[in-house]
């Protein structure tokens, strides 16, 4: 599935932003945030743009964890699929992750504005978002790099959903709005380069 955002005010968007849904990620759901769960109890996390929250290590998909090498392979494999089939990725090129994190964000915690600059493509994959989240609660927001449209930034705002990514140009820069919850929001994050085969 893909969803190409246009911004809320209706002056469009320069960057498109795509939303694929990954398919047996909300049938593997718990086992994956178990294993999220065990990860957390012995890496103390780290800070990055996170206010608040927990950021992993960035490097999930080489770690031996069954779960977490399924999320992060499926992540790639489908990544690239949709990728091929837009024209982005050549035959003789793949996709190959670079880094992969997971943020639990709990009530007030939020991720300022940046970027992955250094990377082709960047995206996250929203495992466990709590039911009833309001239109601003743990949002993800685009920045349009074109600049100031009639006097103000041009945002995308676009709602988390469980079982979808959200994949975009790394050099887009982006931030999450507070989570408002009292239920854990946890996503896994992720950057990816383009090579040759």
């Known amino acids: 599935m893909d969803l190409d955002q246009p911004a809320p005010d209706g002056l469009g968007f320069s960057v498109a932003i795509h939303r694929i849904e990954v398919p ?49 392979s499926r992540i790639t494999a489908i990544c690239e699929l949709f990728l091929r089939a837009s024209g982005d990725i050549d ?66 705002t676009i709602a988390p959903t469980a079982g979808h990514l959200l994949l975009f140009p790394s050099h887009l820069v982006h931030m999450v709005a507070p989570h408002r919850a009292d239920v854990d929001r946890v996503s896994l994050s992720f950057n990816c380069d383009v090579v040759d085969r």
Not at 45 to 55: E, F, I, L, V
Not at 64 to 72: F, G, I, K, N, Q
Not at 110 to 121: A, E, L, Q, Y
Request: some cysteine.
């Open 24 to 72: 047996g990620c909300v049938d593997r759901r718990d086992a994956v945030l178990a294993a999220i769960g065990r990860l957390r109890a012995v890496d103390p996390g780290t800070p990055r743009s996170n206010q608040g929250g927990w950021h992993s290590s960035s490097d999930l998909h080489e770690r031996d964890d069954v779960e977490l090498r399924w999320v992060t």
């Open 91 to 156: 035959a003789d090129q793949k996709l190959a992750m670079t880094a992969s994190w997971v943020l639990v964000n709990a009530a007030g915690d939020w991720n300022m504005p940046h970027s992955h600059h250094g990377s082709d493509w960047s995206g996250v994959l929203h495992l466990a978002v709590p039911d009833g989240d309001g239109p601003q609660d743990g949002t993800v927001v685009f920045i349009d790099p074109v600049g100031r449209r009639h006097g103000h930034p041009t945002l995308a």
